[in-house]
């Protein structure tokens, strides 16, 4: 069965420690996404790759990188410098460049720094 | 850049009532989606919206973008309890991911 798959479900950090987030995708998707959910709001853009060993920064990416060395996977990792990392976030793929297919969401990350 | 705003918020309805979300723009759109989330769940497609005055529907759900191209509307009649969950539209007004934007979302709850 196709998808995508986050892990872990559930994460907590102490403040200055940084983590990663695992992303991986088997639907043969060429585009991949970060996107950070807060209570209230709608989804935030951190990074996305439309191409392995390529990625853009969204309208969040400070203290968060990322990488693509392989279709399946974009692991996001959240670095000492984000100053509010405590948040939901979501990883999703698309078979066209984004906004213009369908996103496939996977389960989420909740990550709570103490 | 581009501005998108979500109504209501919070919407409580009885089970059995209808219920609306609007979406309006401040620029022109090239296309509209739509997602689900449940509780504690991850969203959802439900569907696309591309041309001027478009309506499509889905059950009882039935989705509508403007003549202008600007805002788009989600009605759900009679709702049930499976619909509870927080419905948000994405304005796509071209030139990548970076031209995606996600409302706030309104949070649907329903009272049996």
């Known amino acids: 069965d196709g998808g995508i798959t986050q892990s872990p479900k559930y994460l907590f950090r102490k403040e200055g420690q940084n983590v990663t987030l695992s992303c991986e995708q088997n639907l043969n998707h060429d585009a991949m996404y970060w996107y950070r959910q807060d209570p209230g709001q709608g989804l935030r853009l951190i990074y996305y790759?439309?191409?392995?060993?390529?990625?853009q920064k969204g309208d969040i990416a400070e203290g968060y990188s990322v990488s693509r060395e392989k279709k399946e996977s974009f692991p996001l990792t959240v670095t000492s410098a984000q100053k509010n990392p405590t948040a939901f976030y979501l990883c999703?793929?698309?078979?066209?460049?984004?906004?213009?297919?369908?996103?496939?969401f996977g389960e989420g990350s909740r990550l709570t720094v103490l | 850049g581009q501005q998108v705003m979500q109504i209501p918020q919070y919407q409580h309805v009885q089970e059995g009532e209808d219920f609306t979300t609007y979406c309006n723009s401040s620029t022109t759109l090239s296309n509209i989606q739509w997602y689900k989330q449940r509780p504690g769940g991850h969203p959802v497609f439900l569907i696309q919206l591309v041309k001027s005055g478009e309506v499509k529907k889905q059950k009882r759900l039935t989705f509508q973008f403007g003549e202008a191209k600007k805002n788009s509307s989600l009605h759900i009649t009679a709702t049930q309890t499976t619909d509870v969950g927080t419905y948000f539209c994405?304005?796509?007004?071209?030139?990548?991911?970076?031209?995606?934007?996600f409302g706030k979302g309104t949070h649907l709850i329903i009272q049996p």
């Open positions: 994405t304005m796509y007004s071209g030139g990548g991911a970076d031209g995606l934007t």
């Open positions: 999703a793929s698309s078979i066209m460049e984004g906004g213009t297919g369908e996103l496939f």
């Open positions: 790759s439309q191409i392995v060993n390529d990625f």
